[in-house]
């Protein structure tokens, strides 16, 4: 199955993935390599092209670890994707990035 039918779906990851990359100073194609081996899958998926629900949840389960982030703060929409989509516990630190609302969970 694949999720080219939800564009929320697609707004959530890159919503999260920019976040990391705010957060980093890297690119998304940095961040795909390092979730999925291949630079080119998000910059795929933001150009329309589809992405298996498994690989959505393959990035929910990288964003949901706080290894991956700078100091082990993970930004506000990464927690969320990944408690929506992957169904991770939201019990990260947190905190606000410049493209979440200014709630942080923690």
Known sequence: ???SAS???RRRLLAAA???CDATGKTL???STK???TGKTLDQYAGGMTITDAKLEQFAGWFADPANWPEGVIAQEALSYAS???G???SAV???SPHSSGVANG
């Open 1 to 3: 199955m694949d999720s």
């Open 7 to 9: 564009p929320f779906l």
């Open 18 to 20: 920019n976040a990391w």
């Open 29 to 31: 194609g940095s961040l």
């Open 35 to 37: 979730v999925t081996g």
């Open 84 to 86: 929506d989509i992957g």
């Open 88 to 90: 991770f516990p939201v």
């Open 94 to 96: 947190s905190v606000p």
